[in-house]
């Protein structure tokens, strides 16, 4: 440790991309669990959060962190109306392996798996990169809107717009997409620039046995 950042020497860094759980490592000292104030507490939104050390990490700011995380479930979880959610997590998934954000392309990966059960499809994407072919042209056409964003959102225009709707979605399903994909091109960068992440100690356990 040299001040307050941490070099993990001997961390288990996933090799590849994966819709297998990983863990997340800080570079920086989370708050302790049991040091978090009401007020970092109340930022959490969800209570099991104060497990994690990254929404501990991002708790010295809990205004930040609030408004973060109220945005981020209303983007993905509030499917009153727009895109299903298999193609916010899609978005995610498309931004995430794009920008090289290992862990959180494992999460919304298996989401999209979860949410659709075409797990084989998701993971093409993983292992080929955004310029696979996903299975259809909404998936194909979500999966480019995201990375052009991810590269350059000014360039994010007309042609994407129109891929889109030729593809079968509407106004408000393309901000679905908009959003879920902007989101993550800036948690990607966020998460990226705080730690990284590492293979768990009980998939460590497995797959040396498995071998």
Same mark, same amino acid.
């Given at each position: 440790?040299?001040?307050?950042?941490?070099?993990? /020497?001997?961390?288990?860094?996933?090799?590849?991309? !994966? +819709?297998?759980?990983?863990?997340?490592?800080?570079?920086?000292?989370?708050?302790?669990?049991?040091?978090?104030?009401?007020? +970092?507490?109340?930022?959490?939104?969800?209570?099991?959060?104060?497990?994690?050390?990254?929404?501990?990490?991002?708790?010295? /700011?809990?205004?930040?962190?609030?408004?973060? !995380?109220?945005?981020?479930?209303?983007? #993905?979880?509030?499917?009153?109306?727009?895109?299903?959610?298999?193609?916010?997590?899609?978005?995610?998934?498309?931004?995430?392996?794009?920008?090289?954000?290992? #862990?959180?392309?494992?999460?919304?990966?298996?989401?999209? !798996?979860?949410?659709?059960?075409?797990?084989? /499809?998701? +993971?093409?994407?993983?292992?080929?990169? !955004?310029?696979?072919?996903?299975?259809?042209?909404?998936?194909?056409?979500?999966?480019?809107?995201?990375?052009?964003?991810?590269?350059?959102?000014?360039? #994010?225009?007309?042609? /994407?717009?129109?891929?889109?709707?030729?593809?079968?979605?509407?106004?408000?399903?393309?901000?679905?997409?908009?959003?879920?994909?902007?989101?993550?091109?800036?948690?990607?960068?966020?998460?990226?620039?705080?730690?990284?992440?590492?293979?768990?100690?009980?998939?460590?356990?497995?797959?040396?046995?498995?071998?």
């Amino acid at each position: 440790m040299t001040g307050l950042v941490t070099d993990y /020497d001997d961390l288990a860094r996933p090799d590849a991309f !994966t +819709q297998e759980g990983l863990g997340w490592v800080p570079w920086l000292e989370p708050v302790a669990e049991e040091d978090l104030t009401e007020q +970092q507490r109340d930022a959490l939104i969800e209570p099991a959060r104060a497990k994690m050390p990254y929404f501990r990490l991002l708790a010295r /700011d809990p205004e930040a962190l609030r408004a973060r !995380t109220l945005t981020d479930l209303d983007i #993905f979880f509030n499917v009153s109306g727009g895109v299903g959610r298999a193609e916010r997590e899609l978005a995610a998934a498309a931004t995430s392996r794009r920008n090289g954000c290992v #862990f959180c392309a494992s999460v919304h990966a298996a989401a999209a !798996t979860r949410e659709s059960g075409r797990r084989d /499809d998701v +993971q093409r994407l993983l292992d080929e990169g !955004t310029g696979a072919d996903v299975g259809d042209e909404t998936w194909n056409a979500v999966v480019a809107a995201s990375v052009t964003l991810a590269d350059t959102p000014l360039a #994010f225009g007309a042609a /994407d717009v129109d891929r889109l709707v030729a593809a079968g979605l509407d106004a408000a399903e393309i901000v679905d997409v908009v959003n879920g994909a902007a989101f993550f091109n800036w948690a990607n960068r966020l998460m990226l620039s705080l730690g990284e992440p590492e293979v768990p100690a009980r998939r460590r356990t497995t797959e040396g046995a498995d071998a």
